[in-house]
Each structure stands twice: as C-alpha cells, then as structure tokens.
C-alpha cells in the first residue's frame, strides 16, 4: 500500500461522521494490517512481536491498528527501550524498508485510547498496554517499573529534614579532612556533601576521573558522621569483575583512610553482584539490612534491576551510584543511569542537587591518546577522533584499515600466532599458577580484542573459531579437548551453585596435581586467593579472545583493538565506540574505515523513555480514554 493511501488530511482523523469517517478507519486498517505482514516477513518484528500484537487484537476485537502498535512496543522492549514513542512512526515510512508505511498519528491514537487492550487513565485495571499523556505506548510491566523507579527516585532525592541532616560546622570540617579545599578538582568535595545531606547521589564521569576514589572518601565521611555504620554498607556491581574492581579499589583507600577514621577499620568492603545482593533477600522480596549502598557501574543496571534494588532500600538508608553517562546502555530495557543524570537539567527538577560530573582525568591527558580520542567520540566530532587516530605522533592511539571479511580473518590469525599462542603455549607449560612469564592477573588482561558484533563476519564468535583453529594447527587446541591449558573463557550465565556471575571471565590452569581447573582472577576464595573452580562444575561459557563491547563494560585493559564493523551497520553507535575506547588504560587500535568511524559517531543509542520527563516536572501522566494526543 502506497504511503498516500494510509494519509488522510488531518481534519479526517475521527471527529468527522458519516461514511468519511468509515471509510478513512478502513483505510487505516488496512494500511496497518498490511505494514504488520510486512514487517514481520522481513524479519523486522519477531514472532512473539507479531503473537503479542494478535494477542492485544483480541482483546481489542480485532482491532489491526492496535495490534500492529502491539507488536512494534514488543519489538521495541526487546531493543532496550522502555516504551514506543507513536509520534516518531506515525505517519511514515518503516526505515530502509521500502513499500510499508504506517497509520497517521491522530487516529491511530484515536484507536488505542479506545481500545479495551489499553489502559488510559483508570490507575488500576491491568491492561496489556499502558498509554501515555504523551503519546507513549508500554508494555504494561515497563510502564509500572518505571513509575516505581520514578517514585522511589523523588522520595529518595529529597533534602534530609534538618533534624537528620548532619550539622553544617562539623560537614565542612569532616570533608577537610577527606577532600581537601585546594584539591585540582572541586567535584569530588561536592559529591561527598550531595552524600551526606541527600539520601540519593549520583556520581557520573568518564574512566580516570577518581570515581571509586571519590566514593572511597564518602564512605570514610558517612562512617566518621555516624551517618553509616561500618557494618551496615554494601558495595554492588552489575558484573563479579565490576564488584571484584570496586571492592579492590575501596579497600585500598579505606585501608589508608583507617587511620584517620579508626572504625573504618570494620569495614570488610565485600563487593557483591546485585543480583546475588538481592537473590540473598528470597522472593518474597524484604530489605537490605544497610545504611548505605554503593553501586558501581550504574549505567549497565537495567529498569527493572534498578526497581528491585529501590524497593529492597530500607528507610532511611543512603544510595550511592557510579557511573559513566557516556557509556551503553544496560542489555535489557532502561536507560535509568542516564535518565537519572539527564534529568537534573530541569530548574525544578528534584535531582539537581544530588547529581555530581567529574571532570578531572587523573588517568588521560584530554589533549592526547586515548582521552584526546574518547573527548572526540562524546562530542560527536568525527574529523577530531580521526585526527587522534591518525595522528603519527601520538603512540597510543591507531587506526588500521579493515575494509573487509578477509581482512578480519587475517587479524584473528595475527593475534592467534602473537598473542594467544604464545601465552596458550606458556600456560600449557607452566605450574599450577600458569608458570613462567604469566602474569598473576591473568594472561589475558593486558590486551583485549572488542567487537561491536557477535556474530556476522566481523563478530567476536567468528574472531574466537578463526584463533581456536589457528591454535589447533600449531597443536595447542587440540579438538578433542574443550578444556586445553591456556583458553580463556566467560560465563554467560549465573550459578549460585558455583557462585560464578554472567560476565566473570577465567582461564583454564594445571593445578598442583596437573589437573584441569579454571582460575577466575578477579574472584577470591576463602583464603584470598584467586578462585579455582573444576570444568565440570562451570555454568554456561564461551571462549573469550575477543569479546563484544557490551560483554567488556565494567572491565579494563592496559591496551584494546577494537572493531565497530562496516559503516552501515546500526549496531556501531557513539556510545558504543567510546565504551569499546575507555576499556582501555594506555592504547587503542581501531581496525575499521574512516567511513566507518564516521558512520558510528553519527549514531546514537537514544532509547525512548518517560523517566527523564518526569523527574524534569514534565509529567508522565497518562492519555485520557477518547481524547487525541496533547501537542
């Protein structure tokens, strides 16, 4: 159907009557029964898209428009967005697909608002869709996180009553002590206030900007104000390596800060997964028995792992979360950290006062390397991160030219005979620590390869078939045995039973006694050495010589080499390129096209939301049954 045939003029959008009317929803109907085959034959929605959509049609009676907007918030929460904004499709054509277009948007609303399947403005009925004041359709269980989510931030971000607040003389002299007044940068000081007069703080920055270090301090702060009990603050991470990262860093300056606070000396400073945070709390829900939480990492928690974490909050109790608002988004629908710290733009808005930027690298010159690069990417400046890339007097940052299948195929056989074979080839040979010149940490920290895809032909599962082969030619990986001394590998999936995380990644080792285990350095056991758990007790895996970006977020490495894929790809986004960069603590290669780098820069992963909206005072109220959209 043609894009005429599904457009009428706006004055016959359903006010009018008589066969104008009829005739204009019938035409309606039909432009969105046909964009919803289409769709789905081109492989645009999935089957449980298209099963939702029918789902909701029933309820309905049969309503096509409201099935095919069914379908397309199905398809959009598998995508990562919490809700469909109608207004960025109604009335178009599907991008790069030809010959489907979609219903305008008045009567399009029209239909939902009426529709039995929907819920506009009665608070408590479920229905398996909720429409907004703003022309923002859910699922009904993202619409009802996000609310939950909205409200515990507003309660949370209030300022303490002045009863509960501490006093503002002895405030001012605790934090002397702990973020001195001539410090280089004078956001860490104020993020430690924001701490202690607020039960909600938000600290966001780029790598190296001291966030750990910052949150360090204010944990000394709250325990020397007797705002926090050493005993009752929990530290969480998204990942085991994200949890394994902040509970080293916390420990290190706590230990220092010990001699100035001595009951920081209590302080075990345990990091934990949040899932395995609140996995201890059953299913019946129930709090955390703390003062204070601190989580890292935040911009990999998801909407409803950020409900969860909320409600499990007792009263009274302070949350701290870390994070970069630069970075990807969680995998699963919500894009809270950001929303969270975008929202304090607004005069109004309840966040301004616990949101805190660090803007002092301690670890990247801005002006050169990796952070001249990173600064580049943000911005969105492509001819800036080309020139840090192709700059022959910068040494820590590199562009190589990948213009196609073949050539990645020869990257993967070059790492596989530089870098795996021989640290595969030590680890085969070493004692029950991996010997030799293997590194404690373990040996493949140092240098990490990062791929925006996983799978096609420029994805991290073909770069780990293409080493595993190379490696079995030279005799290191033999076929017949999946666990060969030397393979790195990840978990892909949570196991109380072994205690391991989705995203913990370890390497197969000869212990003492030559057997086969998988030491995971970033895990500790009860003797505060690295984990060793035996192969046949592993939960789900992967071999790991290359890992998708979303994989690496909450890790580092002291060099990375990193492929965004061809310049039409819609995966590679700004915000994922400069995820892939800051993994990296000296050095960056970047194997693609300047096409392709430009390409990704102009990209952005904006994820349709009503959380920013409203904690920004613009409201989420909902669409009123029988009324058109409010423009």
Known sequence: MSAGASRGPRAGTGRSGGSGRGSLEARGAAAAASALDDLHARGHLADIDRHFGAFAAEIDGGGSAVALAAALASARAREGHTCLAMESLAGSHWPDVDGVALPDLAPWLESLAASPAVRAGDANERRPLVLDARGRLYLERLWAAERQVEREVQALARPLAADLAPDPERL????????????????????????????????????????????????????????????????????????????????????????????????????????????????????????????????????????????????????????????????????????????????????????????????????????????????????????????????????????????????????????AAPLVRAMRDGNAGGGGSVPASGPFRRFQVLCAHRSGPFGSERFNALVERRLRTRGLAPAEDEFYPGRPLIVTRNDRRTGLSNGDTGVVVLDARGRRRVRFPELRDEQGRPRLVSPARLPAHESCFALTVHRAQGSEYDEVAVVPGPAASRVATRELLYTAVTRARRRVVVHGTRESIAAALGRRTDRSSGLRDALMGHGAGEHRRGTALER
């Not at 190296?208 to 000394?220: M, Q």
């Not at 699963?332 to 803007?359: K, N, T, Y």
Request: glycine share 10%; net charge negative; aromatic share 4%.
């Open 172 to 419: 001012d002299a605790t934090l002397d002590r702990f973020f001195p007044r001539d410090a280089p940068s004078a956001r860490p000081r104020a993020a430690a206030r924001a701490a202690a007069l607020h039960r909600l703080c938000l600290v966001t920055g780029g790598p190296g900007t001291g966030k750990t270090t910052t949150v360090a301090g204010i944990v000394a702060l709250l325990v020397a104000l007797g705002l926090a009990a050493p005993g009752r603050i929990a530290l969480a991470a998204p990942t085991g390596k994200a949890a394994a990262r902040l509970q080293e860093s916390i420990r290190e300056r706590d230990r220092e800060l010990a001699a100035t606070v001595p009951a920081l000396a209590e302080f075990a400073a345990e990091a934990s997964t949040l899932h395995r945070l609140l996995a201890g709390l059953g299913r019946a829900g129930g709090e955390l028995s703390v003062d204070a939480l601190v989580v890292d990492e935040g911009s990999m928690v998801d909407l409803s792992l950020m409900g969860r974490m909320l409600a499990a909050l007792p009263e009274g109790a302070r949350l701290i979360l870390l994070g970069d608002a630069s970075q990807l988004a969680s995998v699963q629908p919500g894009a809270v950290f950001a929303d969270l710290c975008g929202a304090d733009e607004a005069p109004d808005s309840p966040l301004r006062s616990c949101v805190v930027r660090l803007d002092h690298n301690w670890r990247f010159d801005e002006a050169g390397g990796v952070g001249r690069l990173a600064a580049g990417i943000v911005r969105g400046d492509a001819g800036a991160a080309l020139a840090a890339l192709e700059d022959p007097e910068e040494v820590d940052t590199e562009l190589r030219l990948l213009a196609d299948e073949a050539g990645f195929a020869r990257i993967a056989n070059a790492f596989a005979e530089e870098q």
